[in-house]
């Protein structure tokens, strides 16, 4: 069943979902069956679920992908052209594009939240805390990370012929775990931002005045190989009560 959408503090929050169709470490990710849905169908789910997302927008240059989407019910599918669909293709030229044709249309957004399909286990509760933080903090942007496995300072470059002479600084030598500051990573499950301060950084991270958003480690796979996807139905399983189509 699909929340009643109020409006966040008065202003409108578009959720754009970006879904290329010719991935290639995992092809057709976005249509891999997790969990007995398409991996796209998760980060749609969790967008209309949210309580503040006005729209819920896919950006996608493929046919089938596009209509999944119309399907699931999203309020538009944004046709992405070929040159926004290519491997080294930048994901802030896409939103650009997306706020661009929306806006075109006459649909204007004071938030833009980027949702990619590849954050399966992102809920509509991280969404809308997401963007309470926003709030909170009149923040111009808010991106999710979760904690390290392991700290950063355990981590290197290899010379090419794999000597370890500089991999580690020597400051780090020695210490035990407990002697490191606790490190993040950017996990890739939201990011959130003012469309104002989009339009004049392009940027996904605009300083100052961006804060992250915390989640757990097991919140935060980023499917992008074979090994991700099991990992993810692994967790979903796992946590079956927040993961149940109530479409069924």
């Not at 996608?60 to 944004?78: A, M």
């Not at 706020?99 to 590849?118: C, F, I, S």
């Not at 490190?183 to 339009?199: D, F, Q, R």
Request: aromatic fraction near 8%; proline fraction near 4%.
């Amino acid at each position: 069943m699909l929340a009643i959408h109020g409006v966040f503090k008065n202003k409108k929050v578009l959720g754009l979902i970006p879904a290329r169709g010719a991935s290639k470490r995992l092809p057709r990710k976005n249509l891999r069956q997790l969990n007995g849905k398409p991996l796209i169908y998760w980060s749609i789910t969790e967008a209309q679920e949210s309580a503040y997302i006005d729209s819920v927008v896919v950006s996608t240059e493929d046919i089938e992908i596009k209509q999944h989407s119309y399907r699931q019910g999203v309020d538009c599918v944004i046709d992405r052209p070929p040159s926004l669909a290519q491997d080294e293709s930048r994901s802030i030229d896409v939103v650009l594009h997306a706020v661009d044709v929306l806006a075109q249309q006459g649909q204007k957004y004071e938030y833009v939240m980027l949702l990619q399909p590849t954050s399966p286990l992102r809920t509509s509760k991280h969404i809308d805390n997401a963007l309470e933080l926003m709030w909170a903090k009149k923040a111009t942007a808010v991106v999710s990370v979760c904690e390290t496995e392991h700290p950063i300072g355990w981590m290197g470059y290899l010379a090419r012929d794999q000597l370890m002479d500089e991999f580690l600084d020597n400051s780090t030598i020695g210490q035990s775990n407990a002697g490191h500051r606790v490190s993040y990573l950017i996990n890739g499950a939201i990011y959130l931002l003012e469309t104002s301060t989009l339009i004049k950084e392009k940027t996904h991270f605009p300083t100052p005045g961006a804060f992250a958003y915390i989640m757990k480690r097991d919140e935060s796979i980023d499917v992008d190989t074979e090994l991700d996807l099991y990992i993810a139905e692994c967790l979903m399983t796992r946590y079956a009560q927040d993961f149940i189509d109530d479409s069924i």
